[in-house]
C-alpha cells in the first residue's frame, strides 16, 4: 500500500497542470500521478485549433465569447459557470506560457488568434495545428522538474476506494508486475479524459475509454449530460483506421468550404453562418447530406486557399494529406463525422468537486455545466485549465479543513487464474462500437436506444461472470467501463424528452 498527499489519475492538460501548481503550493507534500499509458499519451496531446480565449478586447469581449458558447450550448449551459470559465481564462493562459508553452504570434508580436465554427471573433490561440502537442511538452516539462511528483505510467486505475461516500484512494494495475496496489489518498482527482473508443470511429486516441466516469459512477458519484456526444464533423475519412484523423475546425475557419461530391456547398442550405456553424449543426448537416446521397464521405475544399499560408498555420494536416494521396491546392479532402468528446460525464461544483467527499474531477471526464448541450469549440482545454485551477485554489485555500473517516484496507489477494482468451475481449469490443455507432449515433431511434439497452445488459453479465473464473487483464478493465459508459449514454438519452444541441432523438425505428 502506498500513501500519498494528492492522488490524479491522467496525465493530460487537466491533471498535469494540477499537479504543477499543488507542487508549487505544497514543496513538502507528495503528488502522486498515475496514468495508464505513456506519461505523455491523451486528448490533449491531439488539440489542434487552440484555446478560445479572449484576448484582443478591441475587437472581442467576455460578453461575446459567453453569448457564442451559450447559443452554442442551446439553452443548457450554466451561464454563471460559463461566465466564470470565460473570465478566469486570460490568467490560465498566462501561467501556461510561463511553464514554457509556445503560440504562434503575428509579426507585431501579438498572439495570433484563429476562428473557429461558432465563434463570432477570431479568439483561438494556438501552436500552428499542434497546440495540445505543444501544451503537453511544456507542461511535462515542468513536471518532471518537480521533486515532490511522482508519475507512475503504465498503471492503470480500476477503482476508487470509498467508505461512507469518502473517497481514500484507488486500486491500479501495474502493468509491468501485473499486480494490484491500493493508493491512498487524502485527496483524489479523477482527470481521465474523454469516452472515445467506445464508438470506434473517433478523432480520440485508445485511451479514451471512460475509465473515470465509470469508477466514478461505480461509487456514487452523480453523472450528468452523458447523452452530449460530440460528433466532430470533419474527420479524415480513411477505412484503413478507427482513429481518425482530425482536419481541424480552424481550416474551415480559414475559409475552407464542404461541398458535396457535385461541388455544392451544402452548408449553405442550413445555417447562415454556413461552414461555420456549431458542430453539432455542421455534423447534422452532413449526416443528412450522406443519408439523402448514400455516399460515405462529402469533401473540404480548400483549393482557393492561399497555400503558403496554409502550410505555415497547419503543416502538419497539409502533410497528413499529402501522404495520403490528397494534395490540397488541387484534391478536396474525404472527410466525415466522427466522435469527438463528451459534453456530460462526472457532476462538480464550481471549485471541482464531486458528490463524493475528498473526490474531484477536471477535465472532459468532468460536468461542469460550461458546455450545455453541445461544446463550442477550443473550450475544452480552456475548461482543464480553470478547473485544474479552481481546484488548486480551493485546497490551497489555509482555511480548508478536510474531514476524514476511520478506515482499514484489507491486503489484496493478487491471485492466479487463467487469463482470458484476447480474441473474446477483441471481438466483444468491435460488437459495442458498432452498436454505439449504429444505436447511438449523430441520429438515434427511440427503438435503437431501448434495443442497444437490453444488449448493453446482457454483455454487463457476461463479463461480469468472465472475472469470476479468469484473471482480468487492462483490456477487461477497459471493456467493462466501455460497457458502463454505453449503458449510462443509452439511459440518458432515452431519459432525454427534448433535441438539443448535439442530441437528436427520433421516435420511429431506423428500419420505417
Ligand atoms: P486527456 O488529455 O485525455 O488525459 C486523460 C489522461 O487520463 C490520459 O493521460 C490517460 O492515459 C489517463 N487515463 C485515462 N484512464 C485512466 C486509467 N484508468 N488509469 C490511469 N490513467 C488513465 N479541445 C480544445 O479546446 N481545442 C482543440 O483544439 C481541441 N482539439 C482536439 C483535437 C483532437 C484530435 C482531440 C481528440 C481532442 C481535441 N480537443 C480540443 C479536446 C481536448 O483535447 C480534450 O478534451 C482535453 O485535452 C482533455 O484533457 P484531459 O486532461 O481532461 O484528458
Ligand atoms: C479542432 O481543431 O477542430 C478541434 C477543436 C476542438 O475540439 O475544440
Not at 473 to 496: A, D, H, K, P, W
Request: hydrophobic share 35%; aromatic share 8%; charged share 25%.
Amino acid at each position: 500500500m502506498t500513501n500519498t498527499n494528492y492522488l490524479i489519475i491522467g496525465s493530460g492538460v487537466a491533471g498535469l497542470t494540477l499537479a504543477l501548481r499543488l507542487a508549487e503550493q505544497f514543496p513538502n507534500k507528495n503528488i502522486t500521478i498515475v496514468t495508464k499509458a505513456n506519461p505523455d499519451e491523451s486528448n490533449t496531446k491531439y488539440a489542434q485549433g487552440g484555446i478560445a480565449i479572449v484576448i484582443d478586447k478591441n475587437e472581442d469581449s467576455y460578453q461575446k465569447h459567453i453569448t457564442d458558447t451559450l447559443i452554442c450550448g442551446d439553452g443548457l449551459c450554466d451561464e454563471a459557470v460559463v461566465k466564470m470559465v470565460i473570465t478566469e481564462g486570460p490568467k490560465r493562459l498566462k501561467e501556461l506560457i510561463e511553464w514554457g508553452a509556445k503560440f504562434d504570434k503575428n509579426p507585431d508580436g501579438n498572439l495570433n488568434l484563429g476562428k473557429e465554427g461558432g465563434h463570432s471573433e477570431n479568439r483561438v490561440v494556438h501552436h500552428k495545428d499542434q497546440t495540445g502537442y505543444e501544451i503537453e511538452r511544456a507542461i511535462l516539462r515542468q513536471v518532471y522538474q518537480k521533486d515532490n511528483i511522482i508519475v507512475l505510467d503504465h498503471h492503470f486505475a480500476v477503482d476508487l476506494i470509498t467508505k461512507k461516500n469518502y473517497c481514500i484512494g484507488i486500486t491500479a494495475l501495474d502493468e509491468k508486475t501485473k499486480k494490484l496496489q491500493t493508493y491512498t489518498s487524502e485527496i483524489t482527482i479523477l482527470a481521465t479524459g474523454g469516452i472515445g473508443h467506445l464508438y470506434g470511429h473517433t478523432t480520440n486516441p485508445v485511451i479514451a475509454t471512460g475509465d473515470g466516469i465509470a469508477m466514478a459512477y461505480r461509487a456514487g458519484a452523480s453523472i450528468k449530460e452523458m447523452e452530449f456526444i460530440q460528433f466532430h464533423p470533419t474527420a479524415f475519412y480513411d477505412t484503413s483506421t478507427d482513429s481518425k484523423f482530425l482536419i481541424s475546425e480552424a481550416v474551415r475557419g480559414f475559409g475552407a468550404y464542404l461541398r458535396t461530391k457535385e461541388g455544392h456547398r451544402f452548408m449553405m442550405d442550413y445555417d447562415s453562418r454556413q461552414e461555420l456553424a456549431s458542430r453539432d449543426i455542421v455534423s447534422q448537416s452532413i449526416d443528412l447530406e450522406l443519408k439523402k446521397s448514400g455516399d460515405n464521405y462529402v469533401f473540404l475544399d480548400c483549393t482557393h486557399l492561399d497555400l503558403v499560408a496554409f502550410k505555415k498555420h497547419f503543416p502538419m494536416i497539409y502533410k497528413h494529406c499529402l501522404t495520403s494521396g490528397i494534395d490540397i491546392a488541387k484534391d478536396w479532402i474525404p472527410v466525415v463525422p466522427a466522435q469527438h468528446y463528451l459534453c456530460g460525464g462526472i457532476v462538480v461544483d464550481t471549485n471541482g468537486k464531486t458528490s463524493v467527499t475528498n473526490l474531484f474531477a477536471c477535465g472532459e471526464c468532468s460536468r461542469t455545466g460550461l458546455h450545455g448541450a453541445n461544446r463550442l469549440a477550443s473550450n475544452s482545454l480552456l475548461e482543464a485549465l480553470v478547473y485544474s485551477g479552481r481546484i488548486y485554489e480551493h485546497l490551497a485555500n489555509p482555511d480548508l479543513k478536510i474531514s476524514t473517516t476511520d478506515y482499514k484496507i484489507s491486503e489484496i489477494k493478487n491471485t492466479n487464474k487463467p487469463e482470458i482468451d484476447s480474441d473474446y475481449l477483441t471481438e466483444l469490443k468491435t460488437k459495442l462500437q458498432h452498436l454505439m455507432r449504429q444505436n447511438a449515433g449523430i441520429v438515434r431511434y427511440h427503438t435503437d436506444l431501448q434495443n442497444a439497452k437490453e444488449q448493453l445488459l446482457e454483455w454487463k453479465k457476461e463479463i461480469k461472470m468472465i472475472k469470476k473464473t479468469h484473471q482480468v487483464s487492462v483490456s477487461y478493465y477497459e471493456l467493462s467501463n466501455m460497457i458502463t459508459i454505453g449503458s449510462l449514454i443509452v439511459s440518458q438519452s432515452l431519459e432525454r424528452e427534448e433535441n438539443r444541441g448535439g442530441f437528436l432523438k427520433l421516435k420511429m425505428t431506423s428500419f420505417v
